[in-house]
């Protein structure tokens, strides 16, 4: 049983993130999802006294079972009902001070993932070669969904760009001659949070024939406000594109596709999202100073990255396109290059690395990065 007024805490929260924050209605759907597990975990007991509600958030959080009841909710997915239960309580104490005035904002600073023991990084990240692997399968001419599948496994490793933007962008978004990408809501692409920016593609000619073999296909076909990704009607064993606007679980049918693609080149599957990650971790392996470590930040719409100075100012997007275009050509950094950094603590540590350790660090980094 869910307490009344806490639900409508809850509820009025919502609405101040949809009038006042102007979230989108994919946001406040995961909004509403998070904060029902703090709906559950506090049952019949007011908000007044969730300090001292046994067992703690982060502890009924771990305890939950994960997908399909296999193992326990994915450690994303609780860190992002804390930091929502976070800043719900926040804006609580200052919406209903009488209220909550008890509620001590050093206990919603508590409100963080236990810690769990180290898990392997392998296999948490699309690689380049996997990618390679993936393009390399024969495809016939005729076979347009296998075309497609190819040419999305290399864009989005190319753009690091989330599976929902990709689903959702359109034909016109996509600029091959400058290797640029439009992330921009207002041409249908779903962004997190509506953020908006024109990305780059790192420019590496193998990995971007099967895209721009895929593009001359779907270009000239479609209209130019059909997804890039289009899709594709089977009639009598015969395929051919079509202009329909693609269903509102295009993701999934992205990663089924995937899957199948990952199956024909004998390679265990990853998501959508590990292309991102990959793109991340060829980024900063690949980057010689902090401010190639920030362009891959901005270049996957990321704030900030917390190892690059605070006296890197924002980069004009075309010094940004640069790096990134020029990334793909650079050799990995290791100790005997002795490149001098800015001078900093965190630059000189990550220097001092060797070439196995800095990547285990920078593949932590990516994750961060791409959360």
Request: glycine share 6%; hydrophobic share 40%.
């Amino acid at each position: 049983m869910i307490e009344r007024q806490n639900y409508l805490k809850t509820r009025k929260h919502l609405t101040y993130l949809q009038e006042v924050m102007q979230l989108n209605p994919a946001s406040l759907d995961r909004y509403r999802f998070y904060l029902r597990h703090l709906l559950l975990w506090a049952g019949e007991k007011d908000f007044k006294t969730v300090q001292d509600i046994r067992p703690t958030l982060p502890s009924y959080l771990a305890s939950l079972p994960g997908k399909d009841g296999k193992g326990t909710l994915a450690g994303c997915t609780q860190k992002k009902i804390l930091d929502t239960s976070k800043r719900f309580f926040r804006w609580a104490k200052a919406t209903y001070p009488r209220e909550l005035n008890n509620l001590p904002l050093a206990w919603i600073d508590t409100l963080r993932m236990i810690r769990q023991p180290q898990v392997t990084t392998e296999n948490v990240f699309v690689s380049e070669e996997e990618v390679r692997q993936l393009i390399a399968y024969p495809a016939a001419q005729d076979d347009l969904a296998l075309l497609r599948d190819q040419a999305a496994a290399a864009l989005l490793f190319l753009s690091g760009m989330r599976g929902s933007a990709f689903v959702t962008l359109p034909i016109s978004a996509l600029d091959l001659e400058n290797l640029t990408v439009r992330q921009w809501p207002e041409l249908g692409v779903h962004t997190k949070n509506s953020k908006k920016a024109t990305t780059f593609l790192l420019n590496i000619p193998d990995l971007l024939m099967p895209v721009r073999r895929w593009d001359a296909i779907v270009r000239p076909a479609l209209p130019s406000t059909t997804p890039w990704y289009a899709p594709i009607e089977h009639y009598w064993g015969e395929q051919s594109l079509s202009n329909e606007e693609p269903g509102k679980y295009r993701l999934n049918g992205l990663e089924k596709r995937l899957k199948l693609l990952f199956s024909l080149a004998k390679l265990d599957f990853k998501s959508p999202h590990k292309f991102r990650h990959g793109h991340a971790v060829f980024g900063l392996l690949h980057a010689q100073t902090m401010a190639d470590y920030k362009a891959v930040s901005m270049n996957l719409m990321h704030d900030s990255i917390e190892i690059t100075d605070s006296t890197y100012a924002p980069m004009l997007s075309s010094d940004v396109q640069d790096r990134i275009a020029g990334l793909s050509g650079r050799a990995v950094s290791t100790p005997d290059d002795k490149v001098p950094l800015a001078g900093d603590e965190v630059e000189a540590y990550l220097s001092s690395l060797g070439k196995e350790s800095l990547g285990r660090a920078l593949v932590f980094i990516a994750g961060k990065l791409t959360q």
